[in-house]
C-alpha cells in the first residue's frame, strides 16, 4: 500500500447550508468525495463504505453534490455519506469548480483520489476486456492518459490518495476501512444459534458444534417441560463431564477463528451449535459460549431458532 498524501480520518458527512452556517467550522460535517483513475478501485472502495453502513452514490455529476446536503439533516436518515465522481460524468469538468463551491457555501468535502500505475490499469482492462471511457475511436492509453489530464488538478488537491498498483481488493478495502475507522462501526458481527438437527442444519452457519455428546435432558422427568434457559436445566447440562471443557476450549477455538475473520474482513459470521431438538443441551451451551465470547470482547447476539417447536 502506498500513501502519497494522507491527512488521517476526519469526521464525515454535511448538513444543509442554513444548518452549517450555525456551526463553528470545527463542527462542521463532511461528505466523502471519491475520484481518481478508471480502474483504479473506485467501484470496489464504494463497496466497502456500503458495507460499513455509508450511503454511497456513485456516477453523480458534480452540480448534484449540493443538493445532497439534504440528506445529511437529522430527519435524513444519512449519517455517513460518500459520492463518486468521475469522468463518467458529462460535467465531471465542473468538479474543481463545484468543490470551491461547497467551501464558500460552508459545506466541507473530503477528497479520495485512487490512483494506479498504467501498466496495472491497462492489464486490468484487459483482464475484464471492456473500454476506457474516453478511449474512444484510439487505443486503451489513449484513454488512460487523457484521463490523468483531467484529473491532474484534483489529483494535488487529494486529501488523501491511495496508490492501487499493487493492492488486492481485499487490500484495498482494508485501507479504506482503516481511512474511515473512527466513523463507522467495524466490529465482526457474531451470532451464536441454537438448533436441533432433527429440523436441519442452520442454511447460514459458518461453524457448527454438535453438543448431543452430552446426556439429554429430555430424559430426566423434572427437567423435560423446562428449556436450556431454565437454571435448572442450564446447571445439569454444564455439570455433565465434559461440558465445561468444551465450552472452555471451543470458546477458545472460536476466539482465534474470529480474530481471523475479522483480519479478512468477513462481516458476520454465524456458530451454529446443536442438540437433538434445539431445547435443552443446545441452549445451555450456546449461551455458555456466548458469555466466554463477550468475556473476549466480542459483542454477541445470541438466537436460539427451534425453542418453542415442540
Known amino acids: 500500500m502506498s500513501d502519497i498524501n494522507d491527512t ?11 444548518a452549517a452556517a450555525s456551526l ?23 463497496a466497502t463504505l456500503e458495507d460499513l453502513d455509508w450511503y454511497v452514490v456513485d456516477n453523480i455529476p458534480p452540480r448534484f453534490l449540493r443538493a445532497l446536503a439534504g440528506l445529511m439533516t437529522p430527519d435524513g436518515g444519512v449519517k455517513r455519506l460518500a459520492a463518486v465522481v468521475d469522468v463518467r460524468s458529462r460535467e465531471f469538468s465542473e468538479l474543481s469548480v463545484t468543490l470551491d463551491q461547497l467551501r464558500e ?29 474516453l478511449q474512444g475511436d484510439g487505443r486503451l492509453l489513449d484513454g488512460i492518459h487523457e484521463e490523468r ?9 487529494a486529501d488523501t490518495i491511495i496508490d492501487t498498483s499493487k493492492l488486492s481488493v481485499h487490500d484495498l478495502s482494508r485501507r479504506i476501512r482503516h481511512l474511515v475507522a473512527n466513523e463507522s462501526p467495524t466490529d465482526l458481527q457474531v451470532t451464536v ?21 452430552l446426556p439429554n435432558p429430555y430424559w430426566v422427568s423434572e427437567l423435560r417441560h423446562l428449556t436450556g434457559h431454565d437454571s435448572a436445566v442450564s ?14 476450549s471451543y470458546s477458545n477455538l472460536m476466539a482465534a477463528i474470529l480474530d481471523g475473520y475479522t483480519r479478512e474482513l468477513k462481516p458476520f459470521v454465524t456458530i451454529a451449535i446443536g442438540c437433538t431438538g434445539g431445547k435443552h443441551r443446545s441452549v445451555a451451551i450456546a449461551e455458555a459460549v456466548s458469555e466466554e ?17 415442540e
Open 293 to 309: 465470547l463477550r468475556k473476549r470482547g466480542r459483542t454477541v447476539r445470541t438466537l436460539h431458532r427451534d425453542l418453542g417447536r
Open 105 to 133: 457555501g460552508g459545506l466541507g468535502y473530503r477528497l479520495l483520489f485512487l490512483d494506479c500505475d498504467d501498466d496495472e490499469l491497462v492489464r486490468r482492462y484487459e483482464s475484464v476486456r471492456r473500454p476506457h471511457p
Open 149 to 157: 489530464r483531467q484529473l491532474k488538478n484534483l489529483k494535488g488537491r
Open 24 to 46: 463553528p467550522a470545527t463542527e462542521l460535517p463532511e461528505i466523502l468525495v471519491i475520484t481518481g483513475m478508471s480502474g483504479a478501485g473506485r467501484s470496489r472502495a464504494a
Open 235 to 248: 446447571d445439569f447440562v454444564l455439570a455433565q463431564k465434559g461440558a465445561s471443557e468444551f465450552v472452555a
Open 8 to 18: 488521517g480520518a476526519i469526521p464525515v458527512g454535511i448538513p444543509q447550508q442554513d
Open 193 to 213: 444459534m441454537s438448533f436441533g438437527f432433527k429440523y436441519g442444519l442452520p442454511l447460514d452457519a459458518d461453524n457448527v458444534a454438535d453438543v448431543r455428546f
